[in-house]
């Protein structure tokens, strides 16, 4: 049996791997150039991003790592080699709905990695303007939270709005407590979102029966206010306890250890099809006796699963409602293609928001 390596000659490995890597990023980086070239050389208009490329190599990433780091790492890794490689063609301005250090940011970097500008704007409809005027490259909302459900605002601007969904993000809600203070003693008052409060009720019980629970715009905003007032605290993200240089009081204080919210990335383009794809449509009924059974009935006799269903007002006639929905599959697949033709027939209205990507981890 040989006898283990010294540190010393460990060291000396990994110098030597080091030097690999940086060469090898260096050579991808050049062909993200020249990648640059061949398409400003194109007399057709010029797409740098594409998320559908994006999602198949991070998706091959993850099939031929064989470890020791894990899956969601070693996607993290390359994410960030393809938007500096990306950045080297185009930087992208990227809308989300802030304030900074909001886990919409979260999601926004968590997709595009950290070369991107992003800007942080107050209301979802100010995001969605903002890439309507061409002012930034994309958009990233929240959709649905594994606990609360869906953000209705999101839905009604899809709905009104001629972006196209090309992309999703999943993101882990960890809730951590944050404060000035150095423990919770002394803790009279807890600032964060409506649904912080809601996701982290019964810690809140547990720990902090007798504090008042204020709600804010924002986690973001809350962890703001408890950096200006003292014997309060945040319910907030790590991000945003480091950017208002706050302590940690207590970590993952949410009830519901899978608690998760999806995101949805907009832009003004469509997706070429990526091998592993979701659509989203809006539709609503004619009043008739089963019109709602018929339309479903498109999407279950061509094998198309339909992964969530929501309905909301019209908004233009009074009870009067619109369904959104969301399948698997991409609208140029052929089973999809047909089925949303037939849905098209037999529906009052139908409106494809978009095909993209499955998110990836």
């Not at 490995?13 to 080091?18: K, P």
């Not at 619109?322 to 027939?345: Q, S």
Request: proline share 3%; glycine share 4%; net charge negative.
């Amino acid at each position: 049996m040989s006898e283990k390596k010294s540190l010393e000659q460990l060291r000396e490995e990994i110098d030597v791997v080091d030097k690999q890597l940086i060469d090898l990023i260096s050579q991808r980086a050049r062909f993200a150039q020249e990648v640059a070239e061949v398409k400003n050389s194109s007399p057709e208009p010029t797409t740098f991003y594409r998320p559908e490329r994006e999602a198949q190599v991070l998706r091959k990433v993850i099939e031929q790592n064989n470890g020791p780091l894990s899956e969601e790492e070693m996607a993290r890794l390359f994410r960030e080699i393809m938007s500096a490689c990306l950045a080297l063609e185009k930087t992208l301005d990227i809308a989300y709905l802030g304030p900074e250090g909001t886990f919409t940011q979260s999601a926004a970097l968590k997709h595009f990695g950290h070369s991107v500008n992003t800007t942080a704007f107050t209301s979802i409809d100010q995001v969605f303007r903002e890439v309507e005027s061409g002012a930034s490259n994309y958009g990233v909302v929240p959709i649905e939270n594994s606990i609360e459900g869906v953000v209705n605002h999101t839905l009604d601007m899809l709905n009104d709005s001629g972006l196209k969904i090309c992309g999703e993000v999943e993101l882990r809600i960890n809730h951590h407590l944050l404060s000035k203070n150095e423990s919770l003693e002394g803790i009279s008052r807890v600032y964060a979102h409506q649904q912080a409060l809601a996701q982290c009720r019964a810690w809140l019980d547990l720990h902090l029966i007798k504090a008042e629970r204020v709600s804010v715009s924002s986690n973001a905003e809350a962890a703001r206010i408890a950096g200006t007032e003292d014997n309060t605290a945040a319910i907030a993200s790590e991000s945003a306890g480091e950017l208002y240089n706050l302590n940690n009081l207590a970590n993952n204080i949410e009830d519901e250890p899978n608690n998760t919210t999806r995101f949805l990335v907009i832009g003004r383009a469509t997706c070429e099809p990526s091998g592993n794809d979701k659509t989203s449509l809006i539709f609503s009924a004619q009043n008739k006796p089963g019109a709602l059974h018929q339309m479903l009935s498109c999407f279950a006799e061509n094998g198309i699963s339909m992964t969530r269903i929501e309905s909301r007002p019209s908004r233009r006639e009074m009870w009067a409602y619109v369904f959104f929905a969301d399948i698997e599959g991409h609208a140029e697949d052929e089973h999809v293609k047909k089925a949303l033709a037939e849905l098209k027939e037999c529906a009052a209205m139908m409106k494809l928001l978009g095909s993209y990507p499955k998110a990836v981890l």
